[in-house]
């Protein structure tokens, strides 16, 4: 039986960002995965409607948050949405609805992956920097899988991005074996 993947998407700029708008394209083009691109969703106020994503998240086997890297943060909207959609009496402490699934990170970020070590620019490595939702799958008991990283996004040549995406797609395709 196939799996689903919920893919999360949030990129408040997205019309400016070629890597993550033909990322969605061609995800959404992949049987049993569903994109979700938070920033273009609906609010009750401020707020995302919880009952309404914790549903796709249940019937999915795997959810992937792909993001921008922002001050080695995801972007606000990305966070709100946790924040409103991880709530304690579904998604940990008693319910853990979400354990047994796996949790999968897409990242892009504006530095060399040579930058993001001990002693780099950055100080520390990509993983270290994604710790928070290695926190977030330890608690609500989902296995994070290895992040995707796609360094320096906007310093490649098309051509060459192009050719990374397709492997990334492959990698989110292979999730629905």
Not at 141 to 157: D, G, S
Request: no cysteine; aromatic share 10%.
């Amino acid at each position: 039986m196939p799996k689903k993947v919920l893919v999360i998407l949030s990129h408040p700029y997205i019309q400016y960002s070629f890597t993550h708008q033909h990322l969605a394209k061609q995800l959404e083009n992949i049987s049993n995965v569903t994109v979700r691109h938070i920033d273009q969703l609906p609010r009750i106020g401020d707020h995302f409607d919880h009952k309404i994503e914790q549903a796709l998240w249940d019937d999915a086997d795997t959810i992937v948050l792909e993001f921008p890297m922002y001050w080695y943060h995801g972007p606000a909207s990305l966070k709100q949405y946790l924040d409103d959609v991880l709530t304690t009496d579904w998604a940990f402490e008693g319910a853990h609805k979400l354990a047994g699934k796996n949790l999968q990170i897409i990242t892009t970020t504006g530095g060399l992956e040579s930058e993001y070590k001990p002693g780099g620019d950055h100080g520390f490595s990509i993983s270290e920097v994604l710790t928070p939702f290695k926190a977030t799958a330890n608690i609500t008991k989902m296995t994070y899988l290895p992040e995707i990283v796609i360094y320096a996004a906007k310093l490649q040549a098309e051509a060459a991005l192009e050719i990374e995406l397709v492997e990334v797609v492959s990698k989110i395709q292979a999730l629905t074996k």
